[in-house]
């Protein structure tokens, strides 16, 4: 009874998507335009802005230890880098 549960539930998965795969068809259509009304041309400009550029620029970084053989506190100082965001040149557009 169990098996035929499991092949019941598996049949009945695979029908349902198989009907999903048959609502992905694209279907054509041809609408029958009037005669004597021509689409308006539509002029669409889109613009987008440049996006941010990051940089890196060298950024000192110090780290200070105890050292009790030494005398005290040593720091050592050493460079990392770090993001810095470059901002873009702005665009101008001519008329």
Known sequence: MNRFAI???GG??????????????AYV???AAPPCAAPAPIV???YYAPAPVVGYQPVPIATTRYRPFLGGSVTRIRTGYAPVVVAPVPVVVGY
Do not use: F, K
């Open 7 to 9: 092949l019941l539930v």
């Open 29 to 31: 259509t041809y609408y």
């Open 44 to 46: 669409r400009t889109t």
């Open 12 to 25: 009945i998965l695979c029908w349902m998507a198989g009907s999903e795969v048959q609502a992905q068809v």
